[in-house]
């Protein structure tokens, strides 16, 4: 990311830092380092997330060191928007781990053409433990399947497996 940084732009988006930089101090000590060596366009973007009895103002003062702008978002206050607002939420939640499913199951090969099917709580607790889940599918599938189905060298799986 340094050598990038010397000759294109870059942006960075860490999800949940302050959870993270708290939970692995060393994590927050590796990024500073690497703040100090960066050059060039940069962008880094943190987000924190915060349920609703938490108190926002209570952040550590490191992370407010790094990331010293801060941009709220808040839920819409019309119950009609905020119907809207939620669905648009859990449709963004579920893209994004029906992705980062696809690409575990596409680094082991494995091939699933209707994850869309699965339900939005079911995706969140399978993106969780997808390494998990994908290798006992495939050992499910060829213990249960005699002629698997192969395309372009994946196991192609159904979404119930």
Request: aromatic residues 6%; negative net charge.
């Amino acid at each position: 990311m340094v050598s990038i940084s010397e000759t294109d732009s870059v942006i960075l988006y860490i999800k949940d830092v302050e959870n993270d930089f708290r939970q692995y101090p060393r994590m927050y000590n590796l990024f500073h380092e690497l703040l100090n060596k960066l050059s060039g366009s940069v962008l880094i973007l943190g987000s924190r997330i915060y349920a609703s009895e938490d108190k926002c103002g209570e952040v550590d003062k490191e992370i407010t060191m790094l990331f010293p702008c801060n941009i709220e978002i808040k839920p819409p206050q019309d119950e009609s928007h905020l119907k809207i607002w939620k669905v648009q939420l859990e449709e963004a939640m579920t893209k994004t781990q029906l992705k980062h499913i696809s690409q575990v199951l596409a680094e082991n090969d494995i091939g699933c053409d209707d994850l869309n099917t699965i339900s939005h709580s079911d995706t969140m607790l399978l993106s969780n433990h997808i390494k998990e889940i994908a290798a006992s599918a495939v050992f499910y599938q060829l213990m249960d399947n005699k002629n698997p189905e192969y395309r372009n060298g994946k196991l192609v799986i159904s979404a119930e497996r």
